[in-house]
């Protein structure tokens, strides 16, 4: 199973990495391995790196694959730690087998990198920061739903039986769930159905997050939106 990677591979791989550090990661203070040592990689960047091929669709990696990938650099190597210390210690989401393997299936002694858009779950720098930017947030809308207006802990404006919980929902549903694009909406006006549209940070809708509403939306409607795309894509036939 174990494959070698060439030098290009590599610094590619690790600037990828790197994109989606600077983008989801460096924020809660995970740490990122540097490339390079004195010459050498670092052991922490060729793990981190092998455990990434293939991203997204990351496959669980055995600790004996990684010590023989990393004996092709350090041949001396006989036993790698770097995946559990770059997950716990250092907050990348890479889990292990037989212990916190709530995500996917493994064995023991077996690795998967789970995602880069996430540190690891128990990361510390991870929750406090995450708990707090959740709750400055929710201050800032007044503990209120930034759609229908309904505060926390007391009963729905539209429902008197529901009392309100302030949930996170996205501005943009098809972007992530990460800060930027949070807003707190109660349980009644986070539904599935919201998922259509992108919000803004008054909780106002401001565009379409899915074509489908075009298909919902009256004749009349549907022939101005058809004519609009026709002339901006200059009547190109979409089947070709
Ligand atoms: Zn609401």
Request: net charge positive; hydrophobic share 30%; charged share 30%.
């Amino acid at each position: 199973m174990e494959r070698s990677l060439s030098e290009k591979e590599i610094k590619e791989s690790y600037e990828m990495i790197q994109s989606y550090y600077d983008k989801y990661l460096k924020r809660y203070g995970v740490k990122l391995p540097r490339l390079k040592g004195t010459k050498e990689f670092t052991k922490d960047a060729l793990v981190l790196i092998y455990l990434a091929q293939g991203y997204p669709k990351t496959r669980s990696v055995t600790k004996g694959e990684l010590t023989e990938f990393i004996r092709s650099f350090y041949p001396s190597t006989n036993d790698v730690q770097q995946a559990m210390h770059l997950g716990a210690q250092k907050g990348w989401f890479i889990v292990a087998g037989g212990r916190d393997n709530r995500d996917v299936d493994l064995q023991r002694g077996e690795y998967q990198l789970i995602t880069l858009e996430k540190p690891y779950p128990a990361f510390h720098g991870h929750r406090v920061e995450e708990t707090d930017i959740w709750e400055s947030l929710k201050e800032q809308y007044g503990y209120r739903c930034v759609t229908c207006g309904s505060e926390e802990g007391k009963p729905n404006i539209h429902y008197p039986n529901t009392i309100t919980k302030l949930q996170k929902s996205h501005k943009d549903p098809n972007r992530p769930l990460t800060p930027g694009n949070i807003i707190p909406q109660c349980q009644k006006c986070n539904r599935a159905d919201r998922n259509n549209w992108v919000y803004n940070e008054t909780g106002r809708v401001i565009k379409l997050a899915n074509p489908i509403v075009i298909k919902r939306s009256d004749k009349e409607i549907r022939w101005k939106v058809y004519r609009l795309l026709y002339k901006e894509f200059e009547g190109r036939n979409p089947l070709k």
